[in-house]
């Protein structure tokens, strides 16, 4: 036998099948290109902000483990994101590690993790990872929520936990809130409300995040122009967030994202200023999308457009077409039926907006 034969053998002894069967999350080679797959923000902070953060990070000895005392970060982020002064907060590497933590925590094996589908695909995978069992209910053909199947489907499955991402990532809906409360209503455990991209709307629920029993509002700084530190917090009762960190990897947050973000959250109105660019942007990109010949722009309350292209070239072949032409969206048009043909686009700069747009009408003439 080959060491080549031998080593697929014991992968395939050793390795869970459900785990051999996925494909790792894709992220895209973008040297050269212009970028607007990830929904980062597109601006670099400015200098005086980059100076703080060097000087913080500078004076950071990296010798030591993290401090166990992270009441002053705690602090600092309520200050900054107006999280209630009586919430609890977790910390998490991005809020990728905090959904692992929910669902470690809540399910046993084969139990329910639910959301509206599609929405953020770590819902699922984390569930998958975690052996739980995860129910996607689907969205209309409009991709808004149905809000009937989400109660039929929390009566039949009974789920640990629910995700509701507000607004949802890929379509950009915002669910409404008389939705969302009957959700948190007929829930038997905990729902966990998603605001990723809350910085583009006016909406949250982190206000009454202490109303219910069984909330919590999960965010991220990624959107907001410090994707790169890898930063997520988790607030709500603290009776929940105390159970939540009994899972929590011991000192997940490292010493140079402490000390950076610190650092920036001084500077938060430049992070606002930044998120009111990308949302002034996004209904004129909007616009110049939807007068495109056979382009179906989505209504968005993100940093992104969902966009159907149904005229001579489908969906995957303008996908191709722009990467050609070193221009990186988001391809969802085989994820899932209802999102055939559909591309994400984040909003960029404006002259990554004007470049998108030529190309596409180029692409679409041809």
């Not at 009762?237 to 009994?246: G, M, N, S, T, V």
Request: one cysteine or more; charged letters at 20%; hydrophobic letters at 50%.
């Amino acid at each position: 036998m080959s060491p080549a034969a031998g080593v697929a053998g014991r992968i395939a002894g050793t390795v869970r099948a459900d785990i051999r069967e996925l494909a790792a999350y894709p992220v895209a080679h973008a040297e050269g290109c212009i970028k607007l797959d990830a929904m980062e923000c597109p601006y670099e902070l400015p200098p005086q902000v980059r100076d703080d953060i060097a000087r913080a990070v500078r004076d950071t000895p990296l010798n030591r483990y993290p401090a166990a005392d992270l009441s002053a970060l705690r602090q600092a982020v309520k200050t900054a994101f107006g999280v209630p002064e009586a919430a609890g907060l977790l910390f998490g590497n991005g809020s990728d590690e905090l959904i692992h933590l929910i669902v470690q925590a809540c399910c046993n094996p084969g139990e329910a993790v639910l959301s509206p589908w599609p929405s953020f695909v770590y819902f699922d995978m984390a569930a998958r990872f975690d052996h739980a069992r995860f129910v996607g209910v689907p969205l209309t053909a409009d991709l808004e929520l149905d809000l009937p199947a989400m109660l039929v489907a929390i009566e039949a499955h009974q789920p640990k936990v629910v995700f509701l991402a507000v607004p949802n990532n890929p379509t950009g809906g915002l669910w409404p809130d008389d939705a969302i409360a009957a959700i948190i209503a007929a829930a038997p455990g905990l729902v966990v409300l998603d605001e990723a991209y809350q910085p583009f709307t006016d909406a949250t629920w982190m206000p009454r995040v202490l109303d219910a029993p069984n909330v919590l509002v999960m965010r991220t700084v990624s959107k907001i122009g410090l994707a790169g530190l890898r930063f997520g917090y988790l607030a709500g009762h603290p009776d929940w967030i105390a159970e939540l960190d009994k899972v929590r990897p011991p000192y997940n947050l490292d010493v140079l994202t402490q000390a950076a973000l610190t650092a920036v959250l001084r500077h938060k109105p430049v992070l606002d200023e930044q998120a009111a660019r990308l949302r002034a942007d996004r209904e004129p990109l909007a616009a110049a999308l939807a007068a495109l010949p056979g382009v179906r722009v989505f209504p968005s309350a993100g940093n992104f457009l969902l966009v159907r292209f149904s005229g001579k070239l489908d969906g995957n072949a303008v996908h191709q077409a722009l990467k050609t032409r070193k221009i990186l969206i988001r391809n969802f048009s085989n994820a899932h039926p209802l999102l055939a043909d559909c591309l994400r686009i984040s909003v960029g700069a404006p002259a990554e907006n004007a470049a998108l747009l030529c190309a596409l009408q180029e692409i679409l003439s041809a």
